[in-house]
């Protein structure tokens, strides 16, 4: 299926889309998609942000340029170089996160392998990364990624969709643990008693 096909199926035809998905073997493609997405929504996102810098106090905007000057860098670039680390980051993440899944959906008897979790995480994750950084819509296609990766978990691992809800939830609540126990302590022990 070529690229602009998998993104309207995966958006408006999800039930259609999870069948074929399921036909593919291995991450491979799932990748390639990836990697074709996460550019252009990277453009679009630093597009976005280009655009946001319009509607900032000339205070916040004062305050910005101090720290950009630090690096003799100008607001524009600053915010290039932080949306392409962010953008490397999140596909690095789109691992991370599915094998957190991926241990949740075992323990729930989950059918599928690593790749179809890894699947259902990063095809689920489409409007999400299309529609990031656009104010309220973003909240919203938040949760229809949720939805999405739901139930693309339950379609390729067989498994009940309040099942594939859980495995997210709990990945979510050990995905904070992860990130904020270590900050939590690290902040604690510079604090003195």
């Given at each position: 299926?070529?690229?602009i096909?998998r993104?309207?199926?995966?958006?408006?035809?999800?039930?259609?889309?999870?069948?074929?998905?399921?036909?593919?073997?291995?991450?491979?493609?799932?990748?390639?998609?990836?990697?074709?997405?996460?550019?252009?929504?990277?453009?679009?996102?630093?597009?976005?942000?280009?655009?946001?810098?319009?509607?900032?106090k000339?205070?916040?905007?004062?305050?910005?340029?101090?720290?950009?000057?630090?690096?003799?860098?100008?607001?524009?670039?600053?915010?290039?170089?932080?949306?392409?680390?962010?953008?490397?980051?999140?596909?690095?993440?789109?691992?991370?996160n599915?094998?957190?899944?991926?241990?949740?959906?075992k323990m729930?008897?989950?059918?599928g392998?690593?790749?179809?979790?890894?699947?259902?995480?990063s095809?689920?994750?489409?409007?999400?990364?299309?529609?990031?950084?656009?104010?309220y819509?973003?909240?919203?296609?938040?949760?229809?990624?949720?939805?999405?990766?739901?139930?693309?978990?339950?379609?390729?691992?067989?498994?009940?969709?309040?099942?594939?809800?859980?495995a997210i939830?709990?990945?979510?609540?050990?995905?904070?643990?992860?990130?904020?126990?270590?900050?939590?302590?690290?902040?604690?022990s510079k604090?003195?008693?």
């Amino acid at each position: 299926m070529n690229f602009i096909k998998r993104i309207k199926s995966i958006l408006f035809q999800p039930n259609d889309c999870w069948k074929e998905i399921s036909k593919e073997k291995g991450i491979t493609n799932t990748i390639k998609y990836l990697l074709l997405l996460l550019p252009i929504s990277a453009l679009l996102y630093y597009i976005i942000s280009l655009i946001s810098l319009n509607f900032v106090k000339p205070e916040q905007i004062n305050e910005i340029t101090k720290i950009t000057n630090t690096f003799g860098l100008s607001i524009q670039i600053t915010l290039l170089i932080i949306t392409i680390v962010l953008f490397l980051i999140f596909f690095i993440i789109t691992f991370f996160n599915s094998a957190l899944i991926h241990i949740f959906i075992k323990m729930f008897k989950g059918k599928g392998n690593f790749a179809d979790t890894y699947k259902s995480f990063s095809y689920g994750s489409t409007p999400q990364f299309i529609l990031m950084g656009i104010p309220y819509i973003n909240q919203v296609s938040s949760l229809y990624m949720i939805y999405l990766q739901i139930l693309g978990l339950s379609k390729l691992h067989k498994l009940n969709p309040w099942k594939a809800a859980g495995a997210i939830i709990l990945s979510y609540i050990l995905l904070l643990l992860i990130i904020f126990v270590p900050i939590f302590i690290f902040i604690m022990s510079k604090v003195p008693i």
